[in-house]
């Protein structure tokens, strides 16, 4: 079960995107995936097995924004997440002496203080979500309660994905991908599926296209503008790629 209460984005230095409870059924992977914002989850109850680290009752963990991740639940297992961003997240982050770019694990002052916060606020926003106002008061809320923060060590193939999310722009080979953590292209691809679910090839091509489907929306960029902007060499190439991807080519999905 899942229940999810949806925000507009806005124009602000801190705005919340989503307000989510889940409490599967069954088991359950998330991922992988690539999310635009960050994302703030609190376990109530279980364990959470994430990328190189458990998260268990009584914990939070952050996910970094454009950053790759994965993780796995069975019952029982309960959670709270807030998925934010905007201009002042840096400094949120700062304050609190959280890096940007990492995936973060944190126990929890006062878990009981901190569930029912969110347990409110949540009932709150469902009855009434028509502004961020009462997620961004719980995000706020919670974040003081964050202590004793353990940064994710990043394994070979979380460096690999690191790789393709910051060269994804250039025409990059997978035996480059493969260099960066001193594999071979065979041995990484192989690592990094049984990891990831999916070929670092096909992991490019995904970062690719969900920064391409953003592009597309701007209707003042070319498709040969997009083309180049998410790493291929020509409008044909890249169209081709796209239509594989998404099922219709980029006007197609422009003019929907």
């Given at each position: 079960m899942s229940e999810i209460c949806f925000f507009p984005?806005?124009?602000?230095a801190l705005y919340v995107t989503e307000f989510?409870?889940?409490a599967p059924q069954k088991p359950r992977?998330?991922?992988?995936w690539v999310r635009g914002t960050y994302i703030l989850h609190y376990v109530l109850d279980g364990t959470c097995h994430f990328d190189g680290f458990d998260a268990c009752a009584g914990e939070a963990f952050l996910i970094a924004k454009d950053s790759l991740h994965h993780f796995t639940v069975?019952?029982?297992?309960?959670?709270?997440?807030?998925?934010?961003?905007?201009?002042?997240?840096?400094?949120?982050l700062a304050a609190f002496s959280i890096p940007l770019r990492q995936h973060m694990r944190f126990s929890v002052q006062y878990p009981e203080t901190a569930g029912k916060m969110l347990e409110?606020?949540?009932?709150?926003c469902m009855a009434d979500g028509s502004t961020d106002a009462?997620?961004?008061g719980a995000l706020l809320s919670l974040f003081p309660l964050l202590s004793a923060p353990t940064a994710v060590t990043a394994s070979a193939v979380q460096t690999a994905a690191w790789f393709i999310e910051r060269h994804y722009t250039r025409p990059i080979t997978m035996e480059q991908v493969?260099?960066?953590?001193?594999?071979?292209?065979?041995?990484?691809?192989?690592?990094f599926k049984k990891q990831f679910g999916i070929p670092p090839q096909r992991y490019l091509v995904q970062i690719r296209m969900q920064r391409a489907l953003a592009l597309l929306r701007q209707k003042e960029l070319r498709v040969q503008e997009v083309a180049?902007?998410?790493?291929?060499?020509?409008?044909?190439?890249?169209?081709?790629?796209?239509k594989s991807y998404t099922g219709v080519s980029p006007s197609d999905y422009r003019n929907t």
């Open positions: 984005t806005q124009d602000s989510g409870f889940s992977a998330v991922g992988p069975s019952p029982p297992y309960r959670h709270f997440w807030l998925a934010f961003d905007g201009s002042g997240v840096g400094a949120l409110t606020a949540f009932r709150a009462l997620a961004r493969a260099a960066a953590v001193h594999w071979s292209e065979k041995y990484l691809c192989k690592q180049l902007s998410v790493g291929y060499p020509s409008a044909p190439a890249f169209s081709a790629a796209f």
